[in-house]
């Protein structure tokens, strides 16, 4: 999304700008992943418990039928499509099963490793360059995967207000959510148009972005980040040509990933004997909705503990305090689904990647590829590489 002339590519070796994303110290890991277990700690042992005992959620996971639990797994597989769907819009020549290997792999870093999300975009890149794909077939994939995952977000608290309406069920405060969420939007998708309409606007914007990001990166005594703009501006033009013919295609993909997960959702905790008068299937999406923007702040790794907060408390607000117990069994069902599942689908998807090697080959060669590659860097640290719930 940029626009101005590009900026001459990097001298670096794209490896070494792979390498750059996941470069942290490991004294910097371990204090963030022992933050991260401190805070998942507090939340199961001390918080969820306040919504309801654990051996009350662990009747009801023994009510759940083995046809119930088909079920379950069934909308989790077609979960797990509508991701590699999506990525296959966004990425022109990628096949469904490197879809699903790219997809699970990198999604199983992100969602266990502190600060994943940035070595997941650096995953991406190695797996990517290793299948053919070049420098900038990396960069749109992450960004345009990002943006579309970051505009359905906004937009999924808006649309959960309206069927709240619809149902009967709305209030002061929904409308003024929907007020808010609708005036974030607006501004976000006019500073999107903006970028595409106008190469000089998007050279500006880029220049803007890049001294915010240098004023924060001087903080924790970083370099500034040089050439935004330019990158920008290249971007910009890179995602034009790509979205002119594949828009409609990654909108409808990538809503059916939301939708699917939602129904994941719905479909825990009703097997969990939550029912549609104890918490309405409006009020269920709406939850689903706001903590799905919890997943946008990468507190832990894959939001564990902070997002089933959100959806637990949520919920239990919402039904009658008997239902309680099976609310967060639904819940934690849910996040088994879509988040447990990940990880070892991940680690086995890993191991596909190193095995098959017919499937290895070089990457055509590109003038800009370093600066293509330095836009993934600048992307790294977005939580969006996580496709999990």
Same mark, same amino acid.
């Given at each position: 999304?940029?626009?101005?002339?590009?900026?001459?590519?990097?001298?670096?070796?794209?490896?070494?700008?792979?390498?750059?994303?996941?470069?942290?110290?490991?004294?910097?890991?371990?204090? %963030?992943?022992?933050?991260?277990? !401190?805070?998942?700690?507090?939340?199961?042992?001390?918080?969820?418990?306040?919504?309801?005992?654990? %051996?009350?959620?662990?009747?009801?996971?023994?009510? &759940?039928?083995?046809?119930? $639990? /088909?079920? &379950?797994?069934?909308?989790?597989?077609?979960?797990?499509?509508?991701?590699?769907?999506?990525?296959?819009? #966004?990425?022109?020549?990628?096949?469904?099963?490197?879809? /699903?290997?790219?997809?699970?792999?990198?999604?199983?870093? /992100?969602?266990?490793?502190?600060?994943?999300?940035?070595?997941?975009?650096?995953?991406?890149?190695?797996?990517?360059?290793?299948?053919?794909?070049?420098?900038?077939?990396? #960069?749109?994939?992450?960004?345009?995967?990002?943006?579309?995952?970051?505009?359905?977000? &906004?937009?999924?608290?808006?649309? %959960?207000?309206?069927?709240?309406?619809?149902?009967?069920?709305?209030?002061?405060?929904?409308?003024? /959510?929907?007020?808010?969420?609708?005036?974030? &939007?607006?501004?976000?998708?006019?500073?999107?148009?903006?970028?595409? #309409?106008?190469?000089?606007? @998007?050279?500006?914007?880029?220049?803007?972005?890049?001294?915010?990001?240098?004023?924060?990166?001087?903080?924790?005594?970083?370099?500034?980040?040089?050439?935004?703009?330019?990158?920008?501006?290249?971007?910009?033009?890179?995602?034009?040509?790509?979205?002119?013919? =594949?828009?409609?295609?990654?909108?409808?993909?990538?809503? $059916?990933?939301?939708?699917?997960?939602?129904?994941?959702?719905?479909?825990?905790?009703?097997?969990?004997?939550? %029912?549609?008068?104890?918490?309405?299937?409006?009020?269920?999406?709406?939850?689903?909705?706001?903590? =799905?923007?919890?997943?946008?702040?990468?507190?832990?790794?894959?939001?564990?503990?902070?997002?089933?907060?959100?959806?637990?408390?949520?919920?239990?607000?919402?039904?009658?305090?008997?239902?309680?117990?099976?609310?967060?069994?639904?819940?934690?069902?849910?996040?088994?689904?879509?988040?447990?599942?990940?990880?070892? !689908?991940? #680690?086995?998807?890993?191991?596909?990647?190193?095995?098959?090697?017919?499937?290895?080959?070089? @990457?055509?060669?590109?003038?800009?590829?370093?600066?293509?590659?330095?836009?993934?860097?600048?992307? @790294?640290?977005?939580?969006?590489?996580?496709?999990?719930?």
């Amino acid at each position: 999304m940029s626009d101005q002339p590009a900026a001459p590519a990097d001298d670096r070796a794209p490896a070494a700008d792979a390498a750059e994303v996941t470069k942290h110290s490991p004294a910097r890991r371990i204090i %963030s992943g022992v933050l991260s277990l !401190l805070i998942v700690g507090g939340i199961f042992v001390f918080a969820v418990p306040k919504v309801a005992d654990y %051996s009350e959620v662990w009747k009801a996971f023994q009510s &759940l039928t083995g046809l119930e $639990l /088909a079920a &379950l797994i069934g909308a989790m597989v077609f979960n797990l499509f509508t991701y590699w769907w999506a990525n296959m819009a #966004a990425l022109p020549g990628l096949k469904l099963s490197r879809a /699903a290997v790219l997809t699970q792999t990198t999604t199983s870093v /992100a969602n266990t490793l502190p600060g994943g999300g940035a070595i997941a975009v650096g995953l991406t890149y190695t797996i990517l360059k290793s299948w053919g794909f070049t420098g900038t077939n990396v #960069a749109l994939y992450v960004g345009v995967t990002g943006i579309w995952n970051i505009f359905i977000k &906004l937009a999924l608290p808006v649309i %959960s207000i309206v069927f709240l309406v619809i149902a009967g069920e709305s209030g002061s405060a929904y409308v003024v /959510a929907a007020v808010v969420g609708v005036i974030v &939007l607006a501004i976000a998708v006019g500073l999107l148009a903006a970028l595409f #309409a106008s190469e000089r606007l @998007a050279y500006r914007i880029g220049e803007a972005v890049g001294k915010v990001m240098s004023f924060f990166l001087k903080l924790v005594r970083k370099p500034p980040k040089t050439g935004a703009g330019d990158r920008a501006v290249q971007f910009r033009e890179d995602t034009i040509g790509l979205v002119e013919g =594949r828009w409609l295609r990654l909108t409808l993909t990538t809503i $059916l990933s939301q939708v699917a997960l939602a129904f994941v959702l719905v479909l825990s905790l009703r097997s969990m004997g939550v %029912s549609e008068q104890d918490v309405s299937t409006a009020q269920i999406f709406a939850v689903f909705a706001f903590s =799905r923007l919890l997943s946008a702040v990468p507190v832990t790794p894959g939001g564990v503990g902070v997002i089933d907060l959100g959806y637990i408390g949520g919920l239990a607000a919402a039904a009658p305090e008997a239902e309680r117990a099976a609310v967060v069994a639904g819940v934690l069902m849910f996040r088994a689904l879509t988040y447990g599942v990940q990880i070892p !689908l991940g #680690a086995f998807t890993y191991l596909i990647w190193r095995g098959k090697k017919d499937w290895r080959r070089d @990457a055509a060669e590109e003038p800009d590829e370093g600066d293509a590659v330095t836009a993934v860097v600048d992307r @790294a640290d977005r939580p969006e590489a996580s496709r999990g719930a």
